[in-house]
Structure formats: C-alpha cells, structure tokens
C-alpha cells in the first residue's frame, strides 16, 4: 500500500519527545516544510516537491534579552490560520513564534519559572491552531496558553489561561475536518490521560471533561467531532467529543504511542510507537448516524527504532513522513 | 526536562561501574607464585578486591552527596558527570590510566543507555534501578556500616519515586535519552549477544512479552452509543508478542523481574569496546556538550564538597601501586589511548586527587570569587567553561 521513497537527511538527530515532527505544506511554492527537535534546536528543512532542492534551518531556543542558558525544547508545531502560518517552539524557558520559514521570531511569552528548581519540571508543550486566530500552548502545570493572533505582525497577546487540567498537558489538537457545524473545535490532553473538550471564542467554553484512566495521552487529534487519543499503554481510543462516548478501542502497539496524525480529506489515521511500528488505518465517521468504523490498513516496521514523530504530508494522506529517536533522517513513505 | 533524573542516572552509571571494575578485579587476579616479568599488573587477592569495593561503594553513597544528589536539578553536564566518576573511580588503592577510565567510562554509559531503551514501561527504570543496588547490597553484605548507607538510598529511592506517575517517569526517560543522545559505542558483550548491531546501535525486538498494562496488539473493538460492544476485529500485528510477565518488586526486597540492570559480566567474558567506525556518527554528540550550562557553578560547588570532604589515597608510584587496566594488555591500553578519535573524548576535568591543603584552599578561593561575582552577563555560562579550564591548571 506505501513504499519508501528517499529519506531527507537532518543535521542533526530526532530527542525523544512526542509528536516530534511537524510538516506544512505551501502548494503555492510547492514546498513543503519539516521540523524536528534536537535538544535545544530545531531543525528545519525545506523540500521541493520535485525533490531536487533541500535547505536547512535550524532555531536554537535563545531568549531575547534574557542572557542564559540553553533550554530544551518539547515541542515544535506549525500552526496553519486563514491569514498566515506560524511556526511555534515550546520549551522549558517559554514559547517563541516565528513566521513559518523560521527566519523571524515574532513572539516571545516567558513560562513563570522558580529561581531554584523545584520537584516539578516546568515547560510547555502541546501546540495547535483554534479557528481563526487562535494559537494554543499548553503548560507543566496544566494550564493551556490561549494567545490571539492578528492577521500579520507581531502583536500577538495572551488572551486567556484555561485551568481545567491538574497535570502537564501532552498534546492539544483542533478540529481538522473543515466542518463549520462541529461544536467543540479544540481538545487538550493531559499526563493523566484526562481530555478536556473546548469550543473557542473570545471566552473558551469547557464542553465536556473525559477523565483519563491514570494512563498518559501522549498525542490527540479532533476529526469530524471524534477525539483520537493515543495512549503510553499501546492503545488507541476514539471518542465522541461532546458526550464522551467511547466508539472504538484498539489495541495498537505494544509500546508507548508517540503520534496520531489524521489526513481529513480521506479519513487516513496514522499511529506511531516506540515499539518501532508506524500502522495507517482507516476512519469512518458519520455524526448523524453516530457510527464510527476503523479498519487496519497497514504497517511500516522501522527497524531498531523507537519512533518519536509521524505526520501525513497532505490532507489526503497520500504520503506520510517518520521520525526516530537518535535518527539522522526523516524516512518517507508514499501510496504505491 | 525532570529534575529528578540526576540520581538514577547516578545509581545505575555507578551500578554498571562496580561491575566492570569487579570483573577486571577478578579476572587480574594472578596467583602469588606465578609472577609475571615486568607487568605493572599486580596480583589482587580477595581482601584487595573487597578493599576497593567497599572504598568505591562507601563513596559512592556518602550522606552529604547523596544529600545534594537527591534535590531537584536539572542533569549534570557529561563533562561534570564524567569528572564525577572518575573521582569515585579513584577513591581507592586502585589507579587507571586514561585509557582504560575512557573504556570504563563507555561501557558503563553504553550498558545503562541500553537498559532504559529497553525498559518496556518507563517506570520499569526504578526496577533497574533496583536490580543494580541489590547488586551494590550483595557486594557490601559483610560491612553493616556500609550496608546501612546502602539500605537509607534504598529508602530515599522508594520515597523519592513510587509516587510519581508514568507521565513523569516517561519524562525523566526522555530526560535521559537526551543525555545519551547519538552514543552509539560499540560493545563486545553486546555485539556477541547480539543485542546491538555493527553500527553502534541497539538491536529492539518486536517480539517478546508486552509490558504490564498493555495488550497485545491486534484487536479493535467497536461499541455502541450505550457502551455494548458491537464488533470485534483482528488485524495482523507485524510482531511477534506474548502476554506481559509478573509484576517486579518495587520494595526493598523482592524479585524485579526483569534482567535490565543486573550483571551481565562475568570473569570469562572480557569487556571491549570498538573505536573504529564510531567517529561519524559520534561527532554529532558534541553539538549538545558546547552549548553553555549555567548549572556548571552548582556542578563545581558539588564537585568541591566531593573532593574537600573526602579521603584520598596517596597514588604512590604507578609501579608498585594497585593498577586496573581494562584491556588485554598494557600494550593495548596505551594504544587505545593515542587512536582514540578526539570528539570521543570526554574532556575531563583534571583534578589532582590529593589531599593537598594548599589545592584545596585555591580551590576554596576560586569558588568564592565565582559565587560572589554574580552578574548575568551574556558570558556566564562561559565563567563555567572557564573556571573548568582554571581547574585542569591545578
């Protein structure tokens, strides 16, 4: 069903962080960006769509006017608005924003961290885009960051803190299907598995909270009102948002899960683990009917690797792109 | 990332150490009556043996460390971790050369990195934890003083981590991955066992038991809106698994279950390590090393109370005293030390391990002075760096 193409080279290697890979295509230029985290760097690179051309980047986690160390970074996400794309990068010092090639930071919000370290690590991870100008970080302490983008320039603002959760949140996803009539358009996940369902607006309404089962949700998606989630146990739930009703549970990997990815056009679900194994399957939902089905399609085995990152390249999922802890590469795989 | 990472990684690097070392203890030992010509191997017999492992193990578990060790902290640096290790390594009769510090030095880092990529649950890390103090137990069984310090850490252990949830272990896995980012050694003992391959890396099964809490995977289940389950389908796992084993100990006592941290040498297998065809994918290792740390000020206070507060055996001549050389022969070890590829090298603090007065007060004022100069200029990580290079001056 997919074969594997030729796999782009990073300068350095992929740490072992959730949802490490990030991917956003520009059909205007035809490239397609990549973004992979290495301790305290972000590596970037720019493909073109007829392969012939690569240009790297890479983005260190410095503070503006704060001269201090390094800071390690958990997470970097592309964040796709109407108006403009984002590149965020969250790390233990703070969030930074940048204009998606990488080359301009536009935004810097500092994490309140204590002078001596405490018990409890501070950071921040869990990135997504909300409707039309929301930005989403999550934070150590539970607390998801809502900032408020403008269509361009850098006067972005916090415009709100969500406290529901009590753990370090994971992963925050959006609603990907492009339908208008979903009610929630936002999930976020925690250490504890515990989801909370949202709908954005200038005051962000809790629509329903999903208690985890003391199991760690490493990566979530929002599709056609489903909440995807991706569990440390090797399971994989789906449930309907609003209500929190369970549809679907599977017994996908027999190691952590480290990334959920969706292509919304064709319903093409994509998970990856540290058991070495990339499996795609197939969504079927109808929200009138309230069914859903999901089926296996197939499996990638990368061989010896615990595998931190996995995202479809294109909204149909015509080709998706892994990545591995201690792997130089990012390994591509495209529909035979 | 955690802050809570820095006494495992200290354990278990310290765990693997007493192992390597009683190993080559054991397998130097030569017979007083067959004398070799002009070896500077000397013969260990049992008491010397368990001399320098109690010196090491007391060391090892000194209250005031372990005190420092056990309060949150972001991870030490390689260099100050290494720095670290060689002065334990050190705090006995027993002397190696740089070479085979290097090689120890490897292997330990190797055989842990091995361990926690193989922990099936990241919890699972306190039980190799375990697996290694209950081998530190058994060493020191016949000293009651040394076997209490060892038994309080066990305590300190079991406060400090049975409470944390799988989340934060997950993190303070990842906190050491990054530690062991883009080592890839290679081990003799584990290239025959097969656990690793030519290029350095870890051979990960996909077949074995699953860990505790996870099924084995191949099945989905589809329920309806009022919670029955409606179908029930099986997919091919590309694997090959068994269900999960017992559950280890997470006590003082009882059986752990799993074989990551205990002794996997044992006089017969020889302990080597292959320098050729690591270089290139070595050289990333360093980009991490070379960014700043600001931590490198606390590193050094601990590093002075190490080695203000504690008892130096004096080297005396490397030809009469008791030396441990890692490889095969003295021929060996000194080649190892000239071929060794330089981005493999851990550039280690020298610090004379003496108890000299006279080093020590220096030491003492050149702390004070780097304390009280506190201004956050853009080079105070640098001050690090450079107190570290004052200090290989001493």
Redesign the interface.
Known sequence: MFHKEKSIQLK??A???YNNLSVLRIAPRRLTYFTVV????VNMVSTSWDGLNYSHRQLQSKEPNV????S?I?QAAFCALPSRDLLVVSS?KGIQMYESDGSIMVYWHALDTPE??????V?ARGISAVSDNYVCVGVSSGAVLVFDVPSKGSNITLSEVLEEHK??I?DIASECSGSQECLANLVTA???GNMCVWKSGEEFQLLNKIPGL???C?SVKLWKGTVLAGY????IRLYEAVTG????????????IYSLDIAPFSGLLLSAAE???VRVWHLSITPET?S?????LH?E?V????ICGAKFCDGDGYAFAVTG??L?EIIRYVQS | MSTRTLPLLFINLGGEMLYILDQRLRAQNIPADKAKKVSTVPAWIEEDRKRVMNDIITTMFNKKFLEELFKPQELYSKKALRTVFDRLAHASIMRLNQASMDKLYDLMTMAFKYQVLLCPRPKDILLVSFNHMDAIKDFVKDTPSILSQVDETYQQLIEMYTPLSNGEFQLIRQTLLIFFQDMHIRVSIFLKDKVQNSNGRFVLPTNGPVPRGTQIPGMIRIFSCSGEELTRLQFNNGGNYSSALREGSFEMFGNRVTKLGTNMYSVSRPVETHMSGTSKSSAQHTKVNAAPNPLAKEELNLLARLMGGLEVQKPGSTDTGFRVNLFATDEEEEEALISRPNELSYGVISIQATKDQQANAELTKIMGEFTESGDPSSSASSKGDDLLAMMDGL
């Open positions: 350095n290697s740490s072992a962080l290495h301790a305290n760097v001269a201090t160390s390094t390690l958990m233990q001596a370290p405490t018990a409890h690590a950071f753990e370090a994971t925690d250490d504890g003391d199991m760690t490493s440390g146990t090797g399971q009703i369970l549809h679907a549970e599977v017994n996908a990997h027999a190691r952590w058991d070495s194994f309230n859903v089905e999901i089926a296996h499996n085995c061989t010896d690797t615990q802890y201690d130089s």
